[in-house]
């Protein structure tokens, strides 16, 4: 399938637009001049006014039928949404049928796609509707003012860090939940988490059949079905409890690094700025504490680490991030603390933090240094695993070849921390030791 087919079809907005910067500088052949074009003129969403009458007429000077179709293409997209945003969904499906046909057409007519009209490109509308019709309620929701459009998000596995981290941020001025779920002796600080949005992600996973501590996949394509709407539909409802006019709300949910695939459409709509931090902590300190606090055998804990890991490169490969070593944010927090917020400045347009009084727990003195909150004595984990557990567990021989994997792993990700793009390239590196590790 051609690229500008499946990224118009998911509504990847910030992708097609990466894809006409990335064509700018490509050679100057008549393919890519065309391709170049294309991008343009597609990566425009159907709720932004923009006058594309000058790439038009260029792309009609080449293929004047084929300029037609991709006219015709707009038409039937803006006019897709405007039937979302009046709850006509069948009709909306009928004008993004329309607009892919109408842009399968252009493309086949410029000579950027070889193979004729099939039924996959028109099953393809469905997945349209569905993304606009995301991006529609988030504009919507903004529009009305629910929530702030800039969202700083602590992206990482269970007992990982993302809790210290998340505390930390917060006391450096960030804006924490309004309903955070209590302390308790596994968190004595918090877990700086939102009880509506752990609930939203908690019943999601419940109604298809999954959960946080499953080392399954999700179903393909989950993120377009009907539970996955709704799911998004109560996010919004959950970020407005939680954070309300917040300018900078901090959202954590380990969860995500299973679900953050599920909210591609509002991060390539264009219509919000997000920036992730993701801390990376031992594998063996993870599986220790999940042990001790759940339950969780040190082999599904070995899984849940090596997936959330791959999950959480791939989900934020294409955003704003930084990896934070939780050795660091133990030993070094002052460092930590100015290298997110220097991130999360430069990462988000017109960021502005706020007074961090805003939002300082009730348990913290007014004017106390937000490094104060992290306390290396609650640090309960060494990176060993209890060899009386491992006996117990013996009887599994994975349990040997994935903490010799992890280990690994974590290790290679370590050395490249500070790239992420190095990081990226890392773990794809090391992705067929983890199918052979997981077996």
């Known amino acids: 399938m ?13 992708r097609l637009q990466q894809a006409a910067g990335q064509q700018i500088g ?33 792309l009609a000077e080449i293929n004047p039928l084929a300029a037609s179709s991709l006219a015709l293409y707009r038409v039937s997209l803006c006019a897709a949404y405007r039937q979302i945003a009046c709850q006509r ?13 109408f842009l399968h057409e252009g493309l086949h007519r410029l000579q950027l796609l070889a193979t004729p009209l099939q039924d996959e490109t028109l099953a393809l509308s469905c997945k349209l509707v569905t993304c606009l019709a995301a991006q529609y309620e988030l504009q919507d929701a903004l529009i009305r003012q629910r929530f702030a459009p800039r969202l700083v998000f602590v992206l990482g596995m269970h007992r990982s860090g993302t809790s210290a ?22 968190n004595p600080k918090g877990y700086w988490e939102s009880v509506s949005i752990n609930n939203a992600n908690e019943d999601f996973l419940a109604s298809i059949d999954s959960h946080w501590s499953s080392s ?18 109560q996010l919004i409802a959950a970020l407005s409890r939680s954070y309300g006019g917040a300018s900078l709300p901090l959202i954590k949910d380990p969860r995500f690094c299973l679900l953050l695939a599920g909210l591609e459409p509002w991060l390539q709509s264009g219509l919000m700025q997000c920036a992730f931090v993701l801390p990376v902590r031992h594998p063996f300190e993870v599986a220790n504490s999940l042990h001790k606090s759940q339950g969780i055998s040190y082999l599904q804990a070995l899984r849940l680490w090596s997936k959330s890991i791959f999950l959480s490169d791939i989900a934020t490969h294409s955003y704003p991030r930084i ?12 460092q ?52 009386a557990v491992v006996r117990a567990e013996s009887a599994n021989v994975s349990l040997p070849r994935l903490a010799d994997f992890a280990q690994a792993a974590y290790r290679a990700l370590l ?15 090391w992705r067929p030791e983890l199918n052979y590790a997981l077996l």
Request: hydrophobic share 45%; glycine share 2%.
């Open 2 to 14: 051609n690229p500008i087919i499946d990224l118009v079809a998911t509504a990847s907005w910030r």
């Open 216 to 233: 399954l996949p999700l179903a393909r394509d989950w993120i377009y079905g009907d539970l996955a709407r709704q799911w998004r539909s």
């Open 323 to 334: 990896f934070v070593s939780f050795d660091a944010i133990m030993a070094r927090p002052h």
């Open 26 to 58: 490509a050679d100057e052949s008549n393919a890519s001049s065309v391709a170049k074009l294309c991008y343009q003129y597609v990566a425009v969403p159907p709720y932004e006014a923009s006058d594309l009458r000058e790439c038009l007429q260029a």
């Open 336 to 387: 930590v603390l100015d290298a997110c917020l220097d991130f999360v400045t430069a990462s988000i347009p017109d960021c502005r933090l706020p007074d961090r009084s805003h939002s300082s727990p009730a348990d913290c003195t007014e004017g106390q240094d937000a490094v104060a909150f992290i306390n290396p004595d609650l640090r309960r984990q060494q990176p060993l695993l209890d060899q």
């Open 165 to 186: 981290l998340s505390g930390l941020l917060c006391q450096a001025g960030l804006f924490a939940p309004a309903d955070p779920i209590p302390a308790d002796e596994a």
């Open 89 to 101: 969904h069948s009709l909306a499906k009928d004008h993004a049928v329309a607009a892919m046909i």
């Open 415 to 429: 050395a490249a921390i500070d790239d992420p793009d190095q990081v990226s390239r890392v773990l794809a590196a």
